[in-house]
């Protein structure tokens, strides 16, 4: 029977029900001492683990074993369902920590004192620069050669904000005292 015939029988029975309180059909109520679900007709297990019918059939039914009644129906026991998500249930993945902004500072320490005590000793960012690419000495990050603009990015009071974070701003000189 289908589901809509099986509705509008329903409707009809209440409706009748309704208007005829005596004639209302009678449930008999048994008392039972344990009540446990034995068993999910496809369509409920479907619908227990959240998948379309036809994913369960083709995907879950033939990993389980299932119960066929005299009348053609296969039942599938709540156990065995409750064993299978066990056993396919992974676990949460977690939560990645912040990642860190910017590029990571490279040149060694040293490296920035030297160039920090050549500008101090009035050299220009090109012949800075220049010495440095003759001495081949590498870039932050790879670059092929140092330029005067690599050099004022070493010697900026933001970049030394992340290489010296020991000391305050105004021990790196620099900076206008008032």
Do not use: C
Not at 3 to 16: I, L
Not at 64 to 76: F, N, Q
Not at 100 to 118: F, N, Q, S, T, Y
Not at 156 to 167: D, M
């Amino acid at each position: 029977m289908s589901r809509r015939r099986r509705r509008r029988r329903s409707e009809k029975v209440r409706r009748h029900a309704a208007a005829n309180p005596a004639a209302a059909p009678v449930e008999v109520v048994r008392e039972a001492t344990r009540v446990e679900r034995l068993a999910y007709t496809r369509s409920q297990a479907a619908e227990a683990l959240g998948v379309s019918r036809s994913t369960f059939n083709r995907r879950v039914l033939p990993l389980i074993e299932t119960v066929e009644m005299p009348w053609g129906t296969r039942l599938i026991p709540v156990d065995e369902l409750e064993r299978l998500i066990a056993e396919q249930r992974r676990p949460a993945r977690a939560r990645p920590g912040r990642a860190k902004r910017g590029r990571p500072r490279v040149l060694p320490p040293g490296l920035v004192d030297h160039i920090r005590a050549e500008r101090d000793a009035g050299r220009t960012l090109r012949q800075i620069a220049t010495a440095l690419n003759e001495r081949r000495v590498p870039t932050a990050h790879g670059g092929a050669r140092w330029w005067p603009s690599t050099v004022r990015a070493v010697l900026s009071p933001i970049s030394g904000l992340t290489q010296e974070p020991g000391t305050t701003p105004a021990a790196w000189g620099g900076f206008p005292t008032a």
